[in-house]
């Protein structure tokens, strides 16, 4: 445990938090107190705010190459460190040591991507646009931009940002989630030590305050966020009275359709990872499931409810569950479980089959735990309020569908749209389902569609309130502002 508060990192310096307060940060499998992070006030949001606006201009100045340099350390020093910061985000997140470990791997892709901002961040240019006129687009650092971080990815949701934002030239504030603050602390001491100039990188702890106190300031020119619709609307809202740029990434209910051709074995192995990994809290969990076909859904519920006793509940970091293939550790807090019992016992009002309950689970020495058993219902009415609502836990619901077009008016109807994948052998539904379903990431025979690195990121619908997607090239767009030259010289006078 860190018996002092965390601090927080502004202009290059550790400084003791200006806070309303403090929250006890939890070991969500054990109820353990790991630290306190302090509830920042929006005037020390402020000062880091200042400290990046007036690091920009020469940061900004700053060549390409110089620039990333910093990064390529930084990537050092994570890879180094891989292990005790996957370590790091099971002990305050609660998700296995695998699922860790692999979140570990995606941040540092996508700090290997920013790192080549000198060919990614190339403007365009058209020689003879007119008669003797050339012209081009520049893409250009805009200044100061933030972040609010969920609690779901700890590590890796950051790094769909900020690496790209101050490799375009941008200087940057980030709010890491407060129920699990610690791994982006661990992440900024390496930061701190990889050369950045200083206030070209800020970490605030806090609230939402924090996060108002960005929008409320003049300086920010843009923010990204991950959390709920609700909240990712309310934002968007915000921001756009005051002219800000906003990447609102939010809910998601995604969707797996079964074909009757499709391999249901494969199938449900696949499914099991993707509806439990993490314990369902992730924004590509999968947990609707369409069965197409009397047949294909009862082989899919009977085969689902058997996989979903050999998911083992337990401490992730217990060594006794270390070589198991499939451990699913505790949900986020004693909120986020009594909000899932409350949707368990919503669905049983609604009519629906309780084929699997998770409720109830104890993990010997987890006795102040959050934890949540697998929890599968059948018999789901497409519309219902268990179909519609993200429960964002280890609940899933299977839904019939008598053809493959209703299956995707199911999909289209919902007010996500996120992600979603088909299970079928045949090239022809899969070419109708990529092209004709809503969502913003599709899978074919995966059960989560999740782009990597180089590629964008990101829903359709209720899940995304922006034009523009996370990581990659795509991201560049939003922490950049095309600027447009039209040039024509004339030949000097003799």
């Known amino acids: 445990m860190h018996d002092a508060p965390l601090k927080n990192y502004i202009d290059g310096q550790w400084v003791e938090a200006e806070a309303a307060g ?32 007036a690091a920009f201009p020469a940061w900004s100045r700053t060549p390409a190459a ?20 996957a370590r790091i985000i099971t002990e305050e997140n609660g998700k296995s040591l695998p699922d860790a470990r692999a979140e570990v791997k995606r941040l540092i892709e996508n700090c290997e991507v920013a790192c080549a901002l000198p060919v990614l961040g190339q403007g365009d240019t058209l020689v003879g646009a007119a008669e003797g006129i050339d012209g081009a687009v520049l893409r250009l650092p805009l200044g ?22 101050v490799a375009a030239g941008n200087t940057y504030v980030a709010k890491p989630s407060e129920q699990t603050p610690l791994t982006m602390q661990r992440i900024t001491s390496h930061l701190d030590q990889a050369g950045l100039p200083r206030g ?6 806090g609230d939402r305050r924090v996060v108002e106190a960005f929008i409320a300031h003049p300086l920010p020119k843009g923010l990204s966020l991950v959390g709920s619709s609700r909240t990712c609307r309310a934002v968007a809202e915000q921001c756009a009275r005051v002219h800000k740029r906003c990447q609102a990434m939010g809910g998601a209910k995604n969707h797996l359709v079964v074909l009757p051709d499709a391999r249901v ?34 082989a899919v519920c009977e085969q689902l409810v058997q996989a979903c006793r050999k998911v083992r509940v337990a401490n992730p970091l217990d060594p006794a569950v270390a070589r198991e293939a499939m451990v699913m550790g505790p949900v986020i807090s004693a909120k986020a479980k009594a909000f899932i019992h409350t949707m368990i016992e919503t669905g049983l009002r609604e009519g629906a089959r309780l084929a699997v309950d998770g409720r109830g689970v104890v993990v010997p020495g987890g006795e102040r ?47 996500y749209g996120n992600g979603a994948s088909i299970y079928t052998q045949s090239g022809y539904w899969a070419r109708r389902f990529k092209l004709e379903v809503e969502c913003g990431m599709i899978g074919i025979n995966v059960g989560i ?24 090239r795509a991201v560049l767009d939003f922490f950049t502002e095309a600027k447009v030259v039209t040039e024509r010289y004339w030949p000097e006078a003799e």
């Open 144 to 165: 100061v931009f933030t972040l609010a971080a969920p609690f779901n990815f700890p590590g890796m949701v950051p790094f769909w940002f900020f690496p790209y934002a």
């Open 369 to 415: 735990g959050h934890y949540v058993g697998p929890t599968v219902f059948t018999e789901v009415r497409p519309g219902s309020a268990l179909h519609r609502t993200e429960i964002f836990g280890p609940v899933v619901v299977v839904l019939r569908a008598e053809s493959f077009d209703e299956a995707v008016r199911i999909l289209n109807c919902h007010e």
């Open 66 to 85: 110089r620039r990333v340099e910093p990064l390529f350390r930084l990537l050092e020093r994570l890879r180094a460190d891989e292990e005790a910061l």
């Open 265 to 298: 074995d494969e199938a449900v192995r696949n499914m099991i990872s993707s509806c439990f990994g993490c314990a369902g809290q992730r924004c590509m969990a999968a947990s609707a499931i369409v069965a197409v076909g009397a047949a294909t859904y009862a």
């Open 200 to 205: 070209v990188f800020n970490l605030v702890h």
């Open 449 to 472: 569609p999740a782009p990597v690195a180089y590629l964008p990121f990101g829903g359709m619908k209720g899940s995304q309130f922006s034009d523009i997607k996370a990581q990659g």
């Open 22 to 53: 403090l929250l006890p940060v939890e070991n969500p499998g054990t109820g353990a107190v790991l630290g306190q992070v302090p509830l920042s006030s929006a005037e020390e949001a402020g000062r880091a705010v200042v400290a990046a606006g």
